[in-house]
């Protein structure tokens, strides 16, 4: 006798049930997280997905493991304590293997069906997970426009495809919100030391500044963040935050690269993209080029190219590019620099560092820039700026353009070093830049303990711990865009 190969649409209910307690009445969302902090996103999130009167869908992507599905939690939870019944939200988590060959419709249909909703009833609907769908963007789109009174959410982490399709088959009907790692600011909220730790400085025109109570105990903090903090799980919970390489290596490298971007571009040889991601990843911060790495690990240019775009858009690296000390770009440039996007990465790859490793210097960069990389507008028209000078060959790690002008606004040199204090003469490339361009706020260096100022060639350099200063950006750009 024939044996149906369908799971039985009574299976189907039963796990909806399941995953979404909150049709129960006086129920909530699991006690563990909705005992975790917001994310400093969340106020924004909440926002576009509530905006109801707007007919779209809310695209909510990231990399892995950085808090997507508890957000979505966390927006559950927000419904039901402003008094929407539990039973007009439905989560489905399209990983789960029963609902494997549904549609996004057809769920939606068995929702309405078993707790009998009328037509135009105003309904939550979130989807987790939503590339496991194949033509999720067609499907979510005919969704937004069959049910003008439902509410579409979206996530997934498979950002390369989300970005993609969002924008081909989406137009007008997707809104996309990007949810990074844990900024240092936020991972200190998170580990509940903020206050302790970090004293806000009376305004005086400009951004806010603070000050570190303690920069000592600041910086073993920041260590913690480079290991784990990028990851909300890893903060919240010690046996991830014990052993990051155990927990999160799997999701975030092995299902990256050996699985998301391989069926997304038909890449046959992962072990290539795996072992090319971990040359990246160690040397975080590093001036690469391509006839390079092309010499030293054999794969050809285009191919190398073809991977750094795929990386890039799975949110796992960002390249940034050169400029000179006039402040142009490279018309041919044959180098770029590749930081990871999340400093934790490389913890969980190669293990914890410590304050004295010799990758703190290159980690301390990677984090200041990881934290710029959160504003997309802003982080587009950073650079680093190499030329040479006589024999010399002068660096300054990040410079600012003025999108309209293109000078330079700021300069930036990052060190994870007090010895500048004692000796500023390796100032030498960001004192002549800044002798160069008139900027609109005086040239930083940063250090690893000391704070005040410098001076060479009668330029005024300001000095600030890394980490201070780490807690400065993320802090000021999170007020910014809740402005």
């Not at 293997?97 to 249909?109: A, C, T």
């Not at 009376?202 to 920041?222: K, M, S, W």
């Not at 790859?349 to 710029?372: H, I, K, N, P, Y």
Request: glycine share 6%; proline share 5%; with cysteine.
């Amino acid at each position: 006798m024939a044996t149906s190969l369908e799971i039985p649409l009574s299976e189907v209910r039963r796990r909806l049930a399941l995953d979404n307690p909150w049709w129960r009445a006086g129920c909530g969302i699991d006690p563990e997280e909705a005992s975790w902090p917001r994310r400093a996103y969340f106020p924004h999130f909440r926002r576009l997905a509530r905006q109801t009167s707007v007919r779209r869908a809310v695209v909510l992507v990231g990399p892995r493991r950085v808090g997507k599905t508890v957000m979505l939690k966390h927006l559950v939870q927000d419904l039901l304590d402003e008094g929407v019944p539990g039973t007009r939200i439905l989560y489905v988590s399209l990983d789960t293997p029963l609902y494997s060959g549904r549609s996004l419709e057809s769920l939606v249909q068995t929702f309405v069906e078993l707790q009998q909703h009328p037509d135009q009833a105003r309904l939550w609907v979130m989807f987790d997970e939503v590339q496991y769908l194949k033509d999720w963007e067609v499907h979510l789109k005919s969704l937004v426009d069959a049910y003008p009174s439902m509410r579409f959410i979206a996530s997934g982490s498979a950002a390369a495809a989300l970005r993609m399709k969002s924008r081909e088959s989406g137009a007008g009907r997707f809104s996309e919100f990007i949810l990074p790692p844990l900024t240092f600011a936020e991972y200190l909220d998170f580990a509940g030391v903020s206050e302790q730790l970090i004293e806000d400085l009376p305004v005086q025109g400009g951004a806010p500044r603070y000050r570190a109570t303690d920069i000592d105990a600041l910086n073993l903090e920041f260590i913690n963040y480079l290991n784990y903090g990028g990851f909300p799980e890893a903060v919240m919970n010690p046996s991830v935050r014990a052993n990051p390489a155990r927990f999160l290596r799997q999701d975030i490298i092995d299902k990256v690269l050996l699985k998301d971007l391989p069926s997304l571009y038909g890449i046959s040889d992962t072990q290539e993209l795996n072992r090319f991601f971990n040359v990246l990843a160690f040397g975080t911060g590093n001036e690469v080029g391509l006839e390079d790495l092309s010499r030293h690990s054999g794969i050809s240019k285009q191919k190398l190219q073809d991977y750094l775009e795929y990386l890039e858009a799975a949110y796992l690296v960002r390249r940034v590019h050169r400029i000179d000390d006039n402040a142009m770009r490279m018309q041919r440039a044959r180098t770029f620099k590749v930081y990871l996007t999340n400093p934790s990465v490389r913890a969980a790859l190669f293990g914890f560092v410590t304050a004295d490793d010799d990758a703190m210097g290159r980690l301390a960069e990677t984090a200041v820039w990881s934290q710029w990389l959160h504003d997309i507008d802003t982080s587009r028209w950073l650079h680093y700026a190499r030329w040479k000078a006589g024999r010399q060959t002068l660096e300054v790690d990040i410079v600012s353009l003025d999108g309209s002008t293109q000078k330079p606004r700021f300069a930036v040199e990052i060190k994870w070093s007090d010895r500048i204090a004692d000796d500023p003469r390796e100032l030498r490339a960001l004192c002549e830049l800044a002798k160069k361009h008139a900027f609109v706020r005086q040239p930083l260096v940063t250090t690893r303990t000391h704070a005040g100022t410098v001076e060479l060639d009668d330029v005024q350099i300001e000095l600030a711990p890394v980490a201070l200063h780490c807690y400065t950006i993320a802090r000021n750009l999170l007020l910014r865009a809740r402005n």
